[in-house]
């Protein structure tokens, strides 16, 4: 069984940067990929940032070029490094891993609030 855990989240400034982690119990190498999800208040789930285990990666419209998802398989983790953090970026971010028999795996989240 995997389990994934979460840490990183917090207050931060408008314009400031975090850095959240994942740490799977367990290898992602059964993942065929793993990604970064967030619900803000009175809104929807949303994909914010993906990486394949080929290290493809896609971001939704609303982060690009400010945050940055990378994995160390070494160690089991997955990263999402968020800069230029804006109060439209509050939300709880979850991490989420694909296995290679479409199993779904969550965190069970940490929160992020963006303001000054």
């Known amino acids: 069984q995997v389990q994934l855990v979460e840490s990183g989240g917090g207050l931060v400034q408008p314009g400031g940067s975090l850095r959240l982690s994942c740490v799977a119990s367990g290898s992602i190498f059964r993942f065929v990929a793993t990604g970064w999800y967030r619900r803000a208040p009175g809104k929807q789930r949303e994909l914010v940032a993906l990486?394949?285990?080929?290290?493809?990666?896609n971001y939704v419209d609303s982060v690009k070029g400010r945050f940055t998802i990378s994995r160390d398989n070494a160690k089991n983790t997955v990263y999402l490094q968020m800069n230029s953090l804006q109060p439209e970026d509050t939300a709880v971010y979850y991490c989420?891993?694909?296995?290679?028999?479409?199993?779904?795996?969550w965190g069970q989240g940490t929160q992020v609030t963006v303001s000054s």
């Open positions: 990486i394949t285990d080929g290290g493809s990666t």
């Open positions: 989420h891993g694909l296995s290679t028999i479409s199993s779904h795996y």
